[in-house]
T-cell receptor, first 113, second 111 residues
Framework: DAKTTQPPSMDCAEGRAANLPCNHSTISGNEYVYWYRQIHSQGPQYIIHGLKNNETNEMASLIITEDRKSSTLILPHATLRDTAVYYCIAPPRFNQAGTALIFGKGTTLSVSS | DTAVSQTPKYLVTQMGNDKSIKCEQNLGHDTMYWYKQDSKKFLKIMFSYNNKELIINETVPNRFSPKSPDKAHLNLHINSLELGDSAVYFC??????????FGDGTRLSIL
């Protein structure tokens, strides 16, 4: 897995956009960037993933730099329920089933009213 | 419908006992996993099964033995429980090249 680096914590006001950065300068050409989050010791929840292009789904947007060395997860209108630990992960491309996710320390996002 | 379900949710037991945790997924996935989250909140892979075949076996004491009776189930049996086994154990599943879906965890406490 490419090593990822995230800030340990971030704060965001409710209703504002939360922009969570991730550095993955050693990522290889076939490694995706995945984002998961864990809300208060629940199971990790998949958010979004991408390879080169920016991606958007109902939960978030993912912006990947052209050199693929960093990315930003954007929660466009953060709510209190978005308070969680956010993990940026770059597992090797699945050339076989069962590639493990390597979780780092993540970023603890605190959304306040 | 719960996609990945684990039982029990909480497990409190004495040191030296043997216990099992069950996991079932109704997503039709081929691959299932066990992860351990320790008191420092680090999540680490323990095992992975694909179509009932063990494909990932990290450095885990052999007191831990996964069993996959079919591709929808992956159980974790732990012998001779130790204090250091206290943790939250998460089961997950995925289809090839797809994101993993996690259960809500089993909180194991050893007295």
């Amino acid at each position: 897995d490419a090593k990822t680096t995230q800030p340990p914590s971030m704060d965001c006001a409710e209703g504002r956009a939360a922009n969570l950065p991730c550095n993955h300068s050693t990522i290889s050409g076939n490694e995706y960037v995945y984002w998961y989050r864990q809300i208060h010791s629940q199971g990790p929840q998949y958010i979004i993933h991408g390879l080169k292009n920016n991606e958007t789904n109902e939960m978030a947007s993912l912006i990947i730099t052209e050199d693929r060395k960093s990315s930003t997860l954007i929660l466009p209108h953060a709510t209190l329920r978005d308070t969680a630990v956010y993990y940026c992960i770059a597992p090797p491309r699945f050339n076989q089933a069962g590639t493990a996710l390597i979780f780092g320390k993540g970023t603890t996002l605190s959304v306040s009213s | 419908d719960t996609a990945v379900s684990q039982t029990p949710k909480y497990l409190v037991t004495q040191m030296g006992n043997d216990k099992s945790i069950k996991c079932e997924q109704n997503l039709g996935h081929d691959t299932m996993y066990w992860y351990k989250q320790d008191s420092k909140k680090f999540l680490k892979i323990m095992f992975s099964y694909n179509n009932k075949e063990l494909i990932i076996n990290e450095t885990v004491p052999n007191r831990f033995s996964p069993k996959s009776p079919d591709k929808a189930h992956l159980n974790l049996h732990i012998n001779s429980l130790e204090l250091g086994d206290s943790a939250v154990y998460f089961c997950a599943s995925s289809q090839r090249n797809q994101p993993q879906h996690f259960g809500d965890g089993t909180r194991l406490s050893i007295l």
